[in-house]
């Protein structure tokens, strides 16, 4: 079809009119029945790397917990912690775990708010992802801890010791805001699931379905009961929002309303509630391409699906690259000197190394997801999602060491320290604990929403039917807006 | 008069709503729509609006929740804190507020989100049993029409569901 528009008295444009229908998420011959079979299937028969990956991470885990053994036997001196040098690995870890858990619940309650369809496949997976990674980032308060035999002495309730939190600690607002981040996570996670455990249940046979029975709790998809679940997971997503990025906000203020240079900024809370967004959003193209291959999910983790979730990290990579230079903008024209030495010694000092190459990795890296190569062939983007996130921990890394090898006085510098390799173990074990966790999670219940992907193909092909699938997207009075061919009108 | 109840099933949502309209339309002597049961594998708010109203009531019992969640929150805190006087304050309030504001606000989402989730289960009826007539191909890519109704309107209702290419209408006696 074509159309001339009078543009100017001597000249007429010719322009050609092409439709190019809107790129689907999903493909046309998904229908309900398949994705019921699909969805069961993965819960009973994923590819062998489901075992090889499951298997190494117990093997990881295990090794973590040899680590773990030997510090509790040992001592705290193992770990190679001292003062000043207090937190090492455990709490650079402890922050990345929970930034790690940011992304799933948030996301998926920011996209079901706005009504981002594309969400559907992907959001249950990235919810419990964010469910193991604050399990696991509880583990190391625990392990910071060394003495776990005393772990009730912080606990607060009335005893003949008198120890009452300090409510106005930030580390009593962590303990409180994680814990409710856990229960509302976890809860938006199991009401979610409720629909499909309902089809687990109808389907599944002896112990599982006694499991998926219990759980289920005797859903029957009444109007009664879908009309109440819609107004409560909106109601608990509206919740979730905020609380969201209250948690990584105090989180923040562990260290912000402290007086150690390269920790007393402002721009700490959006900061780090970025920086959680980024490194969650990697994890969930990791778990992505992971699960899609696992599980044989390719009907319904697609790449236009993939490709929006990565045009939402290199958005987000570019908001904390700004957070990021800006702090180190306000605290070189600053006036605090010691802050200002702080910064030097990140960039030129014994971590300088962790330090660019966090800035490859989280700065820089991001940018090869603007090449059509990467973004389309799942085992680079699987290797730079990871990167990415190796980026993100080595961030949480030079936060927290270079502060205490230098700060404010010379004689508690200890330039240079590196942890023992018992931290290093305890580290690789909570990689090898969230990982074994999850695929668990994927193995016995469906990583994919099999109620949320039915709705998403019923609302796609409503609107086939009222516009037709091969209509043009947009009417005017004019006739048609031309639709864009492949970047040219 | 004891009831009886009767699901059809059907695969096409366009004859479930035209089943519903005729339902609606029927006249039969004491039938009423409020004894329509809707069963999906997705939420179908075009069918549910034949239905008639059904009101949710969640949000009140969260707002409830918001309400008195951060009220009893900041209650505890701040009693806790006036009742560890022994402490050296050095000058600064007992119970200063603005940090206790953040204790306060985690307070208000949690509550908010435990009563939300607990009307909830209390609006649905879960945990429940499965009851009266459940067919497993709900929960895949089927619309049932579940009805309660005299055994004496049973052969009328029964033949306006029919009407519509249902793919089965089950009885009591098929539990």
Not at chain 1, 7 to 13: I, L, N, R, T
Not at chain 1, 463 to 469: I, S, T
Not at chain 2, 121 to 137: C, D, E, H, I
Request: with cysteine; charged share 15%; net charge neutral.
């Amino acid at each position: 079809m074509s159309h001339t528009v009078p543009s100017h008295p001597q000249m007429d444009v010719q322009i050609e009119r092409k439709f190019v229908p809107k790129q689907k998420d999903l493909g046309e011959d998904v229908n309900w029945a398949q994705i019921n079979k699909d969805v069961l299937r993965s819960l009973e028969k994923p590819r062998p790397a489901f075992w090889i990956i499951f298997f190494s991470a117990l093997a990881l885990f295990s090794f973590g917990v040899y680590c773990e053994v030997y510090q509790y036997q040992t001592g705290m001196g193992v770990s190679d912690l001292n003062n000043p040098q207090v937190w090492g690995l455990y709490i650079a870890t402890f922050i990345f775990w929970i930034g790690m858990g940011h992304s799933g619940t948030l996301l998926s309650a920011l996209l079901h708010i706005i009504h981002a369809d594309w969400r559907k496949p992907i959001y249950r997976y990235s919810e419990a992802m964010t469910t193991f990674t604050l399990m696991t980032a509880a583990l190391f308060v625990l392990v910071h801890m060394g003495r776990l035999w005393q772990f009730y002495y912080v606990v607060a309730y009335p005893n003949e010791r008198w120890v009452w939190p300090n409510f106005t600690s930030p580390l009593v607002w962590d303990a409180t805001a994680i814990g409710t981040y856990l229960t509302s996570s976890l809860l938006f996670l199991y009401m979610g699931m409720i629909p499909d455990l309902a089809i687990c249940r109808d389907n599944a046979k002896g112990a599982r379905r006694a499991l998926y029975k219990f759980l289920s709790l005797g859903w029957q998809g009444t109007d009664r009961q879908w009309g109440n679940f819609k107004v409560a997971y909106m109601t608990m997503a509206c919740f979730l929002m905020p609380l969201a990025v209250s948690v990584h906000s105090i989180v923040s203020t562990d260290f912000a309303v402290s007086q150690n240079p390269g920790w007393h900024v402002t721009s700490f809370p959006p900061y780090f509630v970025l920086g959680a967004l980024y490194s969650g959003c990697s994890g969930i193209i990791t778990l992505f391409i992971v699960l899609r291959y696992v599980f044989r999910f390719e009907a319904y983790m697609t790449q236009p699906i993939l490709n929006k979730l990565i045009k939402m990290t290199f958005a987000i990579a570019m908001v904390w690259t700004y957070l990021d230079l800006i702090e180190y903008a306000t605290t070189w024209y600053g006036s605090d000197e010691v802050a200002r030495q702080d910064l030097v010694y990140r960039a030129t000092g014994d971590y300088a190394l962790q330090f660019w190459g966090m800035i490859f990795c989280a700065m820089v890296m991001p940018f090869t997801l603007l090449i059509r190569f990467v973004r389309q062939n799942y085992v680079v983007l699987l290797i730079i999602s990871l990167i990415l996130n190796v980026g993100m921990w080595l961030e949480r890394f030079q936060i927290i060491t270079p502060t205490f090898a230098k700060s404010h006085y010379p004689w508690t510098w200890t330039a240079g320290w590196w942890p023992s390799w018992v931290q290093w173990g305890i580290v690789a074990g909570s990689f090898g604990w969230f990982t074994m966790l999850f695929m668990l999670y994927c193995k016995i219940f469906p990583s994919v929403s099999m109620y949320e992907v039915k709705e998403m193909v019923h609302e796609q092909n409503m609107h086939d039917k009222l516009h037709g699938a091969q209509a043009p997207a947009h009417q005017t009075a004019l006739g048609a807006i031309p639709e864009m061919n492949g970047g040219k009108i | 008069m004891k009831k009886t109840h009767t699901l059809a099933l059907y695969s096409d949502p366009d004859e479930a709503a035209n089943a519903l309209k005729d339902l609606k339309s029927s006249g039969i002597s004491g039938f009423r729509m409020d004894d329509v049961i809707i069963k999906s594998p997705i939420d179908h708010p075009e069918l549910s609006e034949l239905l008639g109203p059904r009101p949710v009531y969640i949000q009140w019992f969260t707002l409830l929740g918001v309400l008195l969640g951060p009220t009893t929150g900041l209650v505890l805190i701040a009693s806790a804190q006036a009742s560890f006087i022994y402490q050296v304050r050095g000058g600064r309030p007992v119970v200063p507020f603005p940090p206790d504001m953040v204790l306060t606000y985690e307070l208000f989402i949690l509550s908010g989100v435990l009563m939300t989730v607990l009307s909830t289960f209390v609006a649905m009826k879960l945990p429940g049993n499965r009851s009266p007539l459940y067919n497993a191909s709900v929960s895949e890519d089927k619309i049932g029409i579940l009805v309660k109704t005299d055994p004496a309107s049973l052969p009328q209702i029964n033949e306006i569901l029919g009407r519509h290419k249902p793919l089965e209408i089950m009885g009591d006696n098929a539990r």
